[in-house]
């Protein structure tokens, strides 16, 4: 079976079905088309003549082709007395030659191999490049061409593969959409290089059998160096290596479809669209490139194409005409002019979010300011197509306001992510400094200090977590606030500590920080030492919050208690979820609290809908608390909210004064 995506331009199906199906002849194509063998966009094709829409995915029930080809015969490139090197040149024809084409090889050259045993290392079918016959085995190097690779290297392994197929890369260039790798296979096998690179979602250009785009002049896989400890061959695939033709759609405002479910969920202002029977194909379109909605005649506006997943595009803009990027990120800085200008205070900021995704307009891409870093998040393959035009204007205008000219750090942090261990995380841009490089930065909040890890020292990781939540910085300050006359703390789930630090600083006499993780209380620790707070009454403890709860002495009671926990975690044989466990939680936490007592309680699952105030009054219930005050608790003003997308929304929280 044949499967594999048209090029960027309208060619005819029967020469379509030439490039991918090797040695087919015209009879096998019209038979096959007359036993429905041929689908177009899922849908069985019966015209040879019929002009293919660009990007299109068609699948062939192919068998082996009836035409014999007049192979062109290999190249000698180098003998020694050990070795031998050709090339093969490129052709959809190639097959691996058999012994006895290689014994004939031998014989023409008058190699010292002739008759001897020797490993022959060759491309493999459809690829070209280097063919070496050599008394000794060898380590190999290929070069590929696929569509754009936002990771810089790593390795991939699809779940269920041999360790000895998984695939190393790095990346060796862009261009146009496209990105050329240099790979790297311990089987040395061209199958298991294809297999692998298709099941991350980059198949190679060429790849007939695994979805990869059918440019002309077939698979663009090289092998391009053999080692071993005798020799060292190297060969640059040719210029022509690079597609001469369209690879994708030719524009960058073709039409997608969308159904009317789709249109009216637009119009009540959720940006996302979400794949469904009447959605155009994603995979048709280079992911990041801009489309234009419509549903039926009507034009909705445009979009960022996400790829061929569920969520398939990202909505850019539903009104004409329609802001800029340099417009939208101007927009977004003037928003947090007070962070920026509190670093000449007595008590500056200097970590704070620059970028909010969708709500300041640049949907999947979120920027976080950290001292000298700009930290780029890029959530969604949408904003590939202009992230970097984002990053640039920030740094023309933090330098527009004389600040330092940043390192740019990106983390990755696309779905689905590819199976392996592959580098989400590099320096792209600005100075790299020995505290950035070992990912131990100092930063500031409110004047305090934190210690802060952008990701570097961690680049397998897909999230790295940076050691400050910036988006709960304004229910520090409330706290701060209610902190006089209320000195016995409890903070949950404390991660770093920084609600900690803010409370000792602010007066409290005592606090007992939690935490399951150990690292993380060490963490705080260091983090109270950077402010000169050691010396104050504080207790870490390695628990998990429930646990902790339930085994305090009856009659331990706080003026105040956060409860700031994961979406879900593990605990030895205790699973915590937000969604189910959280209303126990805050009863539990409910019965340990002073008469007017302050409760922070804040959620992070974006799947459940509403305020957490019912669940509050609740638990207060059921519990037998009255109620001072209850109000909302929601995220910094730098982690904006779009009416009618929660699930941009940083968290939900609310603020219990107890009665």
């Given at each position: 079976m044949l499967k594999f995506r048209a090029p960027g331009e309208s060619i005819r199906l029967n020469s379509l079905v030439a490039r991918a199906w090797p040695n087919v002849s015209q009879r096998q194509?019209?038979?096959?088309?007359?036993?429905?063998?041929?689908?177009?966009?899922?849908?069985?094709?019966?015209?040879?003549?019929?002009?293919?829409?660009?990007?299109?995915?068609?699948?062939?029930?192919?068998?082996?082709?009836?035409?014999?080809?007049?192979?062109?015969?290999p190249s000698p490139l180098e003998t020694g007395d050990d070795h031998i090197a050709f090339l093969i040149p490129p052709g959809l024809e190639n097959k691996a030659l058999t012994e006895e084409e290689?014994?004939?090889?031998?014989?023409?050259?008058?190699?010292?191999?002739?008759?001897?045993?020797?490993?022959?290392?060759?491309?493999?079918?459809?690829?070209?490049?280097?063919?070496?016959?050599?008394?000794?085995?060898?380590?190999?190097?290929?070069?590929?061409?696929?569509?754009?690779?936002?990771y810089r290297e790593g390795v991939l392994q699809a779940e269920g593969t041999k360790k000895n197929t998984a695939v190393q890369f790095r990346v060796v260039s862009h261009r146009d959409q496209l990105t050329e790798i240099e790979l790297q296979c311990a089987s040395s096998r061209s199958d298991h290089i294809r297999i692998q690179l298709a099941k991350a979602g980059y198949p190679i250009l060429g790849d007939g059998e695994n979805g990869g785009i059918m440019v002309d002049g077939g698979l663009r896989l090289w092998l391009c160096h053999a080692e071993n400890s005798s020799l060292s061959i190297s060969l640059e695939p040719?210029?022509?290596?690079?597609?001469?033709?369209?690879?994708?759609?030719?524009?960058?405002?073709?039409?997608?479809?969308?159904?009317s479910a789709t249109q009216r969920i637009l119009k009540q202002g959720h940006p996302w669209i979400i794949?469904?029977?009447?959605?155009?194909?994603?995979?048709?379109?280079?992911?990041?490139?801009?489309?234009?909605i419509v549903c039926d005649q009507d034009h909705l506006g445009t979009a960022h194409i996400e790829g061929p997943h569920k969520l398939v595009a990202r909505l850019w803009s539903n009104t004409e005409p329609m802001s800029s990027i340099e417009d939208r990120v101007s927009a977004a800085l003037a928003k947090r002019k007070a962070l920026f200008e509190s670093s000449s205070s007595d008590r500056p900021t200097t970590a704070f979010r620059l970028i909010h995704g969708e709500a300041d307009g640049?949907?999947?891409?979120?920027?976080?300011?950290?001292?000298?870093?700009?930290?780029?998040?890029?959530?969604?393959?949408?904003?590939?197509?202009?992230?970097?035009?984002?990053?640039?204007?920030?740094?023309?205008?933090?330098?527009?306001?004389?600040?330092?000219?940043?390192?740019?750090?990106?983390?990755?942090?696309?779905?689905?992510?590819?199976q392996g261990e592959v580098h989400y995380v590099q320096h792209t841009a600005g100075p790299l400094s020995d505290d950035i490089a070992e990912d131990r930065l100092q930063v500031q909040e409110n004047g305090l200090y934190y210690w802060v890890r952008p990701g570097l020292s961690t680049p397998t990781r897909a999230v790295p977590g940076v050691g400050l939540f910036m988006d709960q910085r304004v229910n520090r300050e409330r706290l701060i606030r209610l902190c006089p006359g209320r000195s016995r703390w409890l903070n949950l789930f404390c991660h770093t500590g920084a609600?900690?630090?803010?409370?000792?600083?602010?007066?409290?006499?005592?606090?007992?920080?939690?935490?399951?993780?150990?690292?993380?209380?060490?963490?705080?620790?260091?983090?109270?030492?950077?402010?000169?707070?050691s010396d104050r009454d504080h207790i870490s403890r390695k628990s998990d919050a429930r646990r902790y709860l339930e085994r305090l002495d009856p009659a331990e009671r706080f003026d105040g208690i956060i409860l700031d926990p994961p979406t879900a975690a593990a605990s030895g044989r205790r699973f915590w979820s937000v969604k189910r466990d959280v209303g126990e939680l805050i009863g539990a936490a409910l019965a340990r609290l002073n008469p007017d007592g302050v409760l922070?309680?804040?959620?992070?699952?974006?799947?459940?809908?509403?305020?957490?105030?019912?669940?509050?009054?609740?638990?207060?219930?059921?519990?037998?608390?009255?109620?001072?005050?209850?109000?909302?608790?929601?995220?910094?003003?730098?982690?904006?909210?779009?009416?009618?997308?929660?699930?941009?929304?940083?968290?939900?929280?609310?603020?219990?004064?107890?009665?």
């Open positions: 194509i019209t038979t096959t088309l007359r036993k429905r063998g041929i689908k177009v966009g899922g849908r069985h094709v019966q015209d040879a003549n019929m002009r293919i829409p660009p990007g299109s995915l068609i699948s062939i029930n192919a068998h082996p082709g009836e035409v014999t080809p007049e192979r062109v015969p290689v014994q004939s090889l031998l014989e023409n050259e008058e190699s010292t191999l002739w008759g001897e045993d020797y490993i022959t290392l060759q491309p493999g079918p459809g690829a070209a490049g280097l063919l070496v016959v050599t008394r000794t085995a060898c380590t190999t190097k290929y070069r590929a061409i696929v569509p754009h690779l936002p040719p210029e022509r290596f690079w597609p001469n033709e369209p690879v994708f759609l030719s524009g960058n405002d073709d039409d997608f479809q969308v159904s794949k469904d029977d009447d959605t155009s194909d994603a995979g048709r379109f280079p992911v990041g490139s801009r489309v234009q640049l949907g999947g891409l979120f920027i976080d300011r950290l001292g000298p870093v700009l930290r780029v998040l890029v959530a969604g393959g949408a904003c590939l197509g202009f992230k970097d035009q984002v990053v640039q204007r920030i740094r023309e205008q933090l330098q527009a306001m004389n600040q330092q000219d940043p390192t740019v750090i990106e983390v990755m942090h696309l779905r689905p992510r590819p609600f900690s630090v803010a409370l000792l600083h602010a007066g409290a006499e005592h606090i007992t920080s939690v935490d399951l993780s150990g690292p993380y209380l060490h963490w705080l620790n260091e983090n109270l030492e950077l402010n000169g707070l922070l309680v804040t959620r992070n699952d974006r799947r459940a809908r509403g305020s957490l105030a019912p669940i509050l009054r609740e638990a207060a219930q059921s519990q037998r608390v009255s109620i001072k005050s209850l109000k909302s608790a929601g995220p910094s003003p730098d982690f904006p909210s779009l009416r009618g997308f929660p699930e941009g929304d940083a968290f939900t929280g609310s603020l219990l004064i107890r009665g």
